[in-house]
T-cell receptor, first 113, second 115 residues
């Protein structure tokens, strides 16, 4: 079945450092890929997504590229801020319908000033 | 506009009691999902409703868990004879069409503690 494996945390960085959170997936066909973020005390919210191979999702300075050849969707940001401290979840759905969404275990990021 | 809402936000119950968790999806969204988030774990899919179709119950962990969605809108997740391992945050999400690539919007969750 479909599954997602993401880098285990926690990850601690200094402000303005470069961030990479690795995510790889196993799925048949071409699923859609997502990164969700959960800020302290808040609910899950979509950060970015990509629905086909080679697409790049981007939002708030974060980027992730859908790599079919490596079955990966790594999350990157060039310069993190304290406000980026949160738990990040990689997820996939499909390829045929959305009810087959699978989430990774989450990676907790702490950014220190 | 209003997002997905869930109630109660916190529920403490005794082992063996039944609990009901409520979800109000975003108006107009045809798909509704329930997930469970255990401490330090990712999200575990429980059940999915899409329009008038039969729900996908493949993620329910046991027959103590059930859910219904009335009138294509509000959903209730019921856990009968609760056990301590049921303690978790129960998240509800909705999406417009429930198709591949459709964004799911999450509620704040209900934190269930079974003593």
């Amino acid at each position: 079945g479909n599954s997602v494996t993401q880098m285990e945390g926690p990850v601690t960085l200094s402000e303005e450092a470069f961030l990479t959170i690795n995510c790889t997936y196993t799925a048949t066909g071409y699923p859609s890929l997502f990164w969700y973020v959960q800020y302290p005390g808040e609910g899950l919210q979509l950060l970015l997504k990509a629905t086909k191979a080679d697409d790049k999702g981007s939002n708030k300075g974060f980027e992730a590229t859908y790599r079919k050849e490596t079955t990966s969707f790594h999350l990157e940001k060039g310069s993190v801020q304290v406000s980026d401290s949160a738990v990040y979840f990689c997820a996939l759905s499909g390829p045929h319908n959305n009810n087959d969404m699978r989430f990774g275990a989450g990676t907790r990021l702490t950014v220190k000033p | 506009g209003a997002g997905v809402s869930q109630s109660p936000s916190n529920k403490v119950t005794e082992k063996g009691k039944d609990v009901e968790l409520r979800c109000d999806p975003i108006s107009g969204h045809t798909a509704l999902y329930w997930y469970r988030q255990s401490l330090g774990q990712g999200l575990e899919f429980l059940i999915y409703f899409q329009g008038n179709s039969a729900p996908d119950k493949s993620g329910l962990p046991s027959d103590r868990f059930s859910a219904e969605r009335t009138g294509g809108s509000v959903s209730t997740l019921t856990i009968q004879r609760t056990q301590q391992e049921d303690s978790a945050v129960y998240l509800c999400a909705s999406s417009l069409f429930g198709t591949n690539g459709d964004t799911q919007y999450f509620g704040p969750g209900t934190r269930l503690t079974v003593l």
